[in-house]
């Protein structure tokens, strides 16, 4: 097993076990604590699979700023000391049955469609992932959904400051 | 079963390894479904708004880990799907701070964020 | 290059003019009176209208991220007009609220999120137009700032339609690995109907569901349009579900043809199963939005039939179907609307004796319900005609009798419940019926415009064969 293998399943159990730890803690912050440990695994991820730059605006924009607003937001309502009520265990259970089966499903299949296709990577393209290419593309390729994105920006700003100020 | 190979170029991006390591596509695949249900359970088991809002986060990402896993893997020399991932991050963001407007008005308004303590309205 | 995309791209355009003039009215330094910013605000929209439907042509933008033609234009415009109305006919309410500015904003950017969602011919762009059509949308679901109910049903419609764009987006990401394109003209062609783009198509229709709610996934909608103010609900339940249907029905016949019988049968299961809860949930409600929420759950199983036609007859159909949906539930939520903006009352208890007092609210409800039902001289009998012949097949598509005769059995019980309405209005007894009230211009305007297309887009039968012109089957 080589190095990246080993930092592969690090980082895949890691994020699994942490979005585990989302749902099984009842502090909230913990919670928030326990799904950014999920956000640097998957920007482990990205960074393994040569997309730098989203790795690194992964780590700025959810874990620097969702996450610091979802923090934020617990302590001012003063959580984190609540117990929230949960569903009961057979909605729970069937839940999670449900989910597993439709898991199950999913896999099976990708497994069957990956034989099928059989297609080979290209390998040692290291730097499609970089700042430079994707700026490029971006104001190329992608300008539209930029500047689509600018108004949704726009609106959501206005929104949040309608509804969050006080009267 | 024909396998899909990763080599990441080990001289270039990460000094740790002597040879290049090699990862199945599918096993990134399992992960990403695994986070995909794993956010799903918790969207329909938790109450806390907060919590929930987490769960579809998680959501959100194991779906941008599916779109650059295929980009890399299937087809390294386009950005589709990189750039999906982009744009998924950005409308998360925007959806967050919505929501958590929302969200505060509403703790503002009777003191409490758990969805069945406020169901006021019913099916 | 400059030219072509100020000619086609102008409708969004003209949007986006409008919401940077509201933009700059409200941080500008001059303090606008609600009445006049209202009656600029109408008379921006109108110019909309107008210009959405003078001047369009066919086109290409953008490497095939942008794509217009006559009836792409013609869809644009229906839903213009249908904000326009809204408009009109929330007045009232808004006469007296704190953020018209913000209001209008918000709800011009998802007009212009619809636009381009429909517009799309690219994946990304379908998603961000999606989501550009829900997100302000759940904040103005917001602006009964004082209820709960109001945030209530915020959270809930900017979850679930998070959740919803979570399946499309599994869906897409799917799709996306399994044919290594994102644009609709490519998918087409490389879509093989394998076993898991199947599943991602599924997911993908999940996410379509969601937004249009039927019925295993229509959950939120009840909730939503009951605690929503008003003018919001109209636009969800109309233009909203109308943008999306849109969508959904060029996605089918364009990229997702590869996967025809899929659909047909997931529309089939569907589209029973929406038609038969929603009548029974419809059945039981006291409230009138969530009447409405309901009965427009079963309206939407019926437009499935459609769809399923998958001829241009299909196509034709469904569109006409939304047009006269959207006069028919407006003139019915413009009535709903105003007496709640002024009385505060909304249930069919309420509404009894009506007749007595509002003759004129009375006769206008009641048209709009007889069209929602679909009784013979309005346009709805003609649009729910249409859907089930282009489900039957008679236009050269496959058909499902079995299918249709259960949406006709279930037609003559929608029939029992919005008649129930009727017979509420004007031949219940009532000791304290809703006092006189005085309709002022703006939403009687907004009423009779919606009594006006429900008879005329019922009477000339150009309209339905101006569209059928335009629509393409496959």
């Given at each position: ?5 080993i ?5 895949s ?44 605006v ?18 001012l309502m ?20 449900s ?26 393209v ?23 994105s ?5 609106s ?8 969050g100020?006080?009267? | ?33 695994a ?76 003191n ?12 | ?173 799917l ?81 997702f ?32 939005k ?63 004796a ?23 001289p ?63 211009f703006?939403?009687?305007l ?29």
């Open positions: 097993m080589s190095a990246i293998q930092i592969f399943w690090f980082l159990a890691l994020a699994i076990v942490s979005a585990l730890m989302v749902l099984i803690s009842k502090n909230p912050v913990h919670s928030v604590l326990w799904l950014i440990m999920v956000f640097f695994a998957i920007s482990g991820h990205y960074i393994l699979l040569n997309a730098q730059f989203l790795a690194i992964n780590l700025i924009v959810y874990a620097g700023a969702i996450m610091v607003l979802f923090l934020f937001v617990i302590m003063n959580l984190n000391n609540e117990s929230e009520p949960q569903k009961n265990v057979w909605m729970r259970l069937a839940g999670a049955v989910g597993g089966c439709l898991l199950m499903i999913l896999v099976s299949l990708v497994r069957q469609a990956i034989e099928i296709n059989n297609k080979v990577a290209e390998m040692k290291g730097d499609i992932g970089l700042i430079g290419n994707l700026g490029k593309a971006l104001f190329k390729d992608y300008l539209v959904p930029f500047e689509i600018s108004v949704l920006f726009l959501a700003m206005v929104g949040a400051i309608v509804i100020k006080k009267n | 079963m024909k396998e899909i190979i990763l080599q990441i170029d080990a001289s270039k991006s990460l000094p740790l390894g002597e040879v290049g390591g090699a990862v199945p596509l599918p096993h990134i695949l399992f992960l990403s479904t986070l995909f249900f794993i956010g799903m359970y918790g969207l329909f088991t938790r109450r806390n708004m907060i919590t929930m809002l987490m769960a579809v986060e998680l959501i959100l990402n194991s779906v941008n880990i599916n779109f650059v896993a295929f980009n890399k893997f299937l087809y390294p020399g386009k950005l589709d799907g990189i750039f999906f991932t982009i744009f998924i991050i950005t409308i998360a963001a925007a959806e967050a701070a919505v929501a958590i407007a929302i969200i505060i008005n509403l703790y503002r308004s009777h409490s964020i758990d969805v069945e303590g406020a169901e006021e309205l019913k099916y | 290059m400059l030219n072509d995309f100020l000619i086609l791209m102008k409708q969004e355009l003209v949007i986006t003019i409008i919401i940077f003039i509201l933009l700059f009215i409200k941080i500008g330094s001059k303090d606008w009176k609600n009445e006049s910013l209202l009656k600029l605000i109408n008379v921006l929209l109108l110019l909309n209208v107008v210009f959405s439907f003078i001047g369009n042509q066919e086109g290409v933008l953008f490497n095939e991220m942008f794509r217009t033609n006559d009836l792409i234009s013609l869809e644009k415009g229906i839903l213009s007009l249908g904000t326009l109305i809204i408009s009109l006919s929330s007045y009232s309410w808004l006469q007296n609220h704190k953020h018209v500015a913000e209001f209008y904003m918000l709800l011009l950017s998802t007009l212009l999120g619809m636009f381009l969602m429909i517009s799309g011919g690219h994946l990304i762009m379908f998603y961000l137009g999606l989501e550009l059509s829900t997100i302000p949308l759940a904040a103005i679901a917001n602006f009964d700032l004082d209820k709960r109910k109001s945030s209530e049903a915020a959270f809930k419609l900017i979850i679930s339609s998070a959740f919803s764009s979570g399946l499309l987006l599994f869906g897409i990401s799709v996306y690995g399994t044919t290594g394109t994102l644009l609709f003209s490519e998918l087409a062609q490389t879509l093989t109907g394998t076993p898991i783009q199947i599943f991602a198509f599924i997911l993908l229709f999940a996410g379509f569901a969601f937004k249009i709610s039927v019925v295993p996934f229509h959950l939120w909608t009840a909730d939503v349009y009951e605690g929503a103010p008003v003018a919001v609900t109209s636009y969800l339940s109309v233009i909203s579900k109308g943008a999306v249907l849109f969508v959904f029905v060029s996605v089918l016949y364009g990229a043809k590869p996967l025809a019988t899929t659909w047909y049968n997931m529309l089939f299961i569907l589209s029973v199963l929406t038609i038969i809860v929603g009548n029974l949930f419809a059945i039981r409600q006291n409230n009138l969530r009447f409405l929420a309901f009965s427009s759950i079963a309206q939407v199983g019926f437009i499935l039939i459609g769809v399923s036609g998958s001829s241009q007859t299909g196509t034709a159909s469904v569109i006409y179907f939304i047009l006269v949906y959207i006069f028919s539930n407006l003139a019915a939520f413009g009535v709903i609307s105003f007496i709640s903006a002024v009385t505060g009352k909304e249930t069919i208890d309420d509404y009894k009506l007749y007595k007092t509002n003759p004129f609210l009375s006769w206008v409800i009641t048209i709009a319900l007889f069209s929602l039902a679909g009784v013979p309005t346009a709805g009998f003609f649009g729910k005609y249409f859907l089930l012949m282009a489900g039957t097949g008679i236009a050269g598509s496959k058909g499902l009798i079995i299918w249709i005769i259960i949406a006709a059995l279930n037609l003559v019980i929608s029939f029992y419940y919005y008649l129930r309405v009727v017979k509420a209005i004007f031949m219940d007894a009532n000791e304290t019926p809703i006092q006189k009230l005085s309709v002022p703006l939403p009687k907004a009423m009779i415009i919606c009594v006006a297309g429900i008879v005329l887009t019922g009477l000339f039968s150009f309209i339905y064969e101006y569209i059928f012109s335009l629509s393409n089957g496959f």
